[in-house]
């Protein structure tokens, strides 16, 4: 007899979003994790506390620089890292206690420890955590990743640093390197560009947000160097030395030119990689070349009844796709036929100005030979922006020439985030511009900018 219908192993969004739906569905669920607080790398050493600490270093910021310009007058403007790492730390445990009520509320068993897969035959899965071995009918992998490095270069959490480091110093560094310019090195280099550091971001690429739209990339770019970080773009890091009398040094080349940078702390943001260790999988279920492992289309592994979501199975590493794969499976699991459409996946960086895509990138369009429409909308012309004194950027929207349905939106601006989710409900129901152009909108609203460029688009010749 089986203890659970379905055990999942990491606790993290795509994991306890998988335990909870499968408990709506009626099946015994449990759910392990390593750490005392579930919700995963997201919750606790990524997604909620990096956006903590954007938010209490905007409101410095801001506050410093910012609101005299709206009659409001402030003298003596400071901040106590302390307390914005107590805040950062509150929110974690807030949001960790609300996926316990979760778990109490559907009756999901949880389960503290390493969750190792002892057993792989058909309706007879074990697994086995602490030395205690649960049967079950059904197993997902859901471990999620972790950090990456560099060749020869070792993150102490000292003075090399992963995003993990970054979001617990307890001091800001004078001088602090970056490597990486992707979502992570980008929040991370405001979040201590804004507190006092001297920033400088070291990028493989020739390009900052590479995956993102070019004009998106140049734009922000643009906005961060203007607000004091620098830059070096198409150069490889060849090496970190740690010195005595210095901290740190980087070693970096570019056009067969080698530059030094000295640092009191360098953060390596280069990435992530699937975390499958103990887990008991390395001969049984199949991966590809780069660790991750391999699922159909209805997220099964080699191996029936298990099988695998989020991170760990590759694509876009964001906590909101492996969410949507986890109730996928779940639906998989419980004889429903779910679809994720990976093509209206929003990606955001929230730095400020933020920004969003979601769909076709202009780049990708012209490789692939569509004909496509450009609409655009300046929030210099959008009432809300302007009284929000947050008028840059733009809402670029790229529609089929023929068919005029939306294929893609790109947005800079302090509401990228938000405003980028009306978009993906557009997308999602096949929407064509001239369908956004004739529903009425709230004035004076920001959500009003995407109209615009609808309306833009769709006057286009």
Known sequence: MTDYDLIVIGGGPGGYKCAIAAAKFGLKVA?????????GTCLRVGCIPSKALLHSSYQYSHTKNDLSKLGIKIKGVNFDLNEMLSYKDARVQELGKGIEYL?????????????????????NLEVSVEGKVLKTKNIVIATGSDVSSLPGINIDEENIISSTGALSLTEVPKRLVVIGAGAIGLEMSSVWSRLGSEVTVVEFFDRIAAAMDNELSKSLLSSLQKQGIKFLLSSKVEEIEQGKTLNVKVFSTKDNQMST?????????????????????????GKDNRGFIQVNNKYETNVKGIFAIGDVIG?????????????AVAEVISGQLPHVDYEIIPSVIYTHPAVSSIG?????????????????????????????DDAEGFVKVLVCSETDTILGVHIIG???????NETAVAMAYGAAAEDIYRICHSHPDINE????ACIDAFFKK
Request: proline share 1%; aromatic share 8%; glycine share 12%.
């Open 31 to 39: 759910c392990v994790d390593k750490n005392d607080i579930f919700g």
């Open 103 to 123: 778990f109490n509320l559907y009756k999901i068993t949880k389960i503290n420890g390493l969750g190792k897969i002892t057993a792989f035959d058909q309706g």
């Open 261 to 285: 940078i000295e640092a009191d702390k360098v953060l390596v943001a280069v990435g992530r990689k699937p975390c499958t260790e103990g887990l008991g999988i390395d001969d049984k279920i």
């Open 315 to 327: 694509g876009a590493m964001l906590a909101h796709k492996a969410e949507e794969e986890g109730v």
């Open 360 to 388: 076709r990138t202009e780049e990708e369009l012209k490789n692939a030979g569509r004909k496509y429409k450009i609409g655009k909308c300046q929030f210099a012309a959008n009432g809300r922006a302007k009284i929000t």
């Open 414 to 420: 302090a509401y990228a985030d938000t405003l980028i």
């Open 449 to 452: 900018a995407f109209r615009d």
